[in-house]
């Protein structure tokens, strides 16, 4: 595939990233900063929060993991910035994922703020994070393991895989549903959400149309692609509803995009084009899988594929991501008649 590089908008904070240090707090431009909070033992190492300058205080867009570290950080960050955490007057979460919602509750709890999430996304808070409602989570998701025919002997440890990062969100209920096309009204700003689903099924990105700026939560990165992947909480085809939603940001009038990690850049369209070419093409190199077999079970096929590093030195949670990854690459091909399920235990998958 063509390498499309995108072009960083701030040098500084990609050097940072290249460089593997945190970042600067930045001032955008005027009435926008850009606020790195740190994410412990992970490679993305931060989430950027924005901080947007309102009449009567700021309102952030995400608001980083559920620690102290994280906490001092988005206060000093503040800081920088000329704002006290009294002043959060909003905290505007592209989606669920603890690294984006851990900390708005307790932003919240500090600021008197209201939290705004996806109702898609909001569904899932009481699943994630209740302590009764996690044991049938888990076995849902053993059950879909089985069905991909994961070996048993990894089974437990693969459903369970995320559950030791719960304690990094607050089950902090949303105070605001944010639907497609909402405009936000925040004083001084023309913010409108756009839902972006397919990342997590209540993701959203808000777009400035007068500012021509994207808040591209997970959606849209310089680098990476985010995970899509079938999961107990996830649409049934995942996969065509980031394509879709792909499509929808790129139609856009952007010049700059602010994603929540890496770093800012410009060029969305070109970027988007490259993440579509990238599941093109990892949806063909599934089809050559099936084509070389008389079927496959989803793990069997997840193994044959060409990862990061080889399969055998992927972790276990990893593995599982892989897993659940190419399982939606497979359901989107079975939508098209390109791949066909044979269901048992597990299913096996030949070409369409
Ligand atoms: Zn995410
Ligand atoms: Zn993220």
């Given at each position: 595939?063509a390498?499309f590089?995108v072009?960083p908008?701030?040098e500084?904070?990609r050097?940072?990233w290249?460089?593997g240090?945190?970042?600067?707090?930045?001032?955008?431009?005027?009435?926008?900063?850009s606020?790195?909070v740190?994410?412990?033992?992970?490679?993305?190492?931060?989430?950027?929060v924005?901080?947007?300058?309102c009449?009567d205080g700021?309102?952030l867009?995400?608001?980083?993991?559920?620690?102290?570290?994280?906490?001092?950080?988005l206060?000093a960050?503040?800081a920088?910035?000329?704002?006290?955490i009294t002043?959060?007057?909003?905290?505007?979460?592209t989606?669920?994922?603890?690294?984006?919602?851990g900390?708005a509750?307790?932003?919240?709890?500090a600021?008197g703020a209201?939290i705004?999430?996806h109702p898609?996304?909001?569904e899932?808070?009481?699943?994630?994070y209740?302590?009764?409602a996690?044991?049938s989570?888990?076995?849902?998701e053993?059950a879909?393991?089985?069905?991909?025919?994961v070996?048993?002997?990894?089974?437990?440890?693969?459903?369970?895989a995320?559950?030791?990062?719960?304690?990094?969100?607050s089950a902090?209920?949303p105070?605001?549903?944010?639907?497609?096309?909402?405009?936000?009204?925040?004083?001084?700003w023309?913010?409108?959400?756009l839902?972006?689903?397919g990342?997590s099924?209540g993701?959203?990105c808000?777009?400035?149309?007068?500012?021509k700026?994207?808040?591209s939560?997970d959606h849209?990165?310089?680098?990476i692609?985010p995970i899509v992947?079938v999961?107990?909480q996830?649409?049934p085809?995942?996969?065509?509803?980031y394509l879709?939603?792909?499509?929808?940001?790129?139609?856009?009038d952007?010049?700059e995009v602010?994603?929540?990690?890496?770093?800012?850049?410009l060029e969305?369209?070109?970027?988007v084009?490259h993440?579509?070419?990238?599941?093109e093409?990892?949806l063909?190199e599934i089809?050559?899988?099936l084509?070389?077999?008389d079927?496959?079970?989803?793990w069997e096929a997840a193994?044959?594929?060409?990862?990061?590093?080889?399969?055998e030195?992927i972790p276990?949670?990893?593995?599982r991501a892989?897993n659940?990854?190419?399982?939606?690459?497979?359901?989107?091909?079975?939508?098209r008649?390109?791949?066909r399920?044979?269901?048992?235990?597990?299913?096996?998958?030949?070409?369409?």
């Amino acid at each position: 595939m063509a390498k499309f590089v995108v072009t960083p908008s701030s040098e500084e904070q990609r050097a940072a990233w290249t460089g593997g240090t945190i970042p600067e707090v930045e001032r955008v431009r005027p009435g926008l900063w850009s606020v790195p909070v740190p994410i412990p033992i992970n490679p993305l190492r931060y989430v950027l929060v924005y901080v947007l300058e309102c009449d009567d205080g700021v309102a952030l867009v995400d608001a980083g993991w559920n620690t102290d570290e994280a906490y001092d950080a988005l206060v000093a960050g503040l800081a920088v910035a000329g704002y006290a955490i009294t002043d959060v007057k909003a905290v505007l979460v592209t989606h669920i994922h603890p690294d984006h919602y851990g900390l708005a509750g307790r932003v919240r709890e500090a600021s008197g703020a209201w939290i705004g999430l996806h109702p898609a996304d909001a569904e899932l808070v009481h699943e994630r994070y209740d302590e009764a409602a996690i044991e049938s989570l888990v076995a849902r998701e053993r059950a879909l393991l089985a069905r991909c025919g994961v070996p048993p002997a990894t089974l437990d440890e693969l459903a369970g895989a995320s559950m030791m990062i719960r304690h990094l969100v607050s089950a902090a209920k949303p105070d605001r549903l944010i639907e497609d096309g909402d405009r936000l009204g925040l004083p001084g700003w023309d913010l409108r959400a756009l839902w972006t689903p397919g990342h997590s099924p209540g993701h959203l990105c808000f777009t400035s149309p007068s500012r021509k700026l994207l808040f591209s939560g997970d959606h849209v990165l310089a680098r990476i692609t985010p995970i899509v992947a079938v999961h107990p909480q996830s649409g049934p085809n995942p996969l065509a509803d980031y394509l879709g939603a792909l499509a929808a940001v790129r139609a856009l009038d952007v010049e700059e995009v602010l994603p929540a990690h890496e770093y800012r850049f410009l060029e969305l369209a070109g970027r988007v084009d490259h993440v579509m070419a990238h599941h093109e093409e990892r949806l063909a190199e599934i089809e050559g899988v099936l084509a070389a077999s008389d079927g496959v079970s989803c793990w069997e096929a997840a193994t044959r594929l060409t990862w990061s590093r080889p399969w055998e030195s992927i972790p276990a949670f990893m593995r599982r991501a892989a897993n659940n990854e190419t399982l939606a690459h497979l359901v989107w091909l079975e939508a098209r008649g390109r791949a066909r399920r044979e269901p048992g235990e597990p299913d096996r998958w030949v070409s369409g």
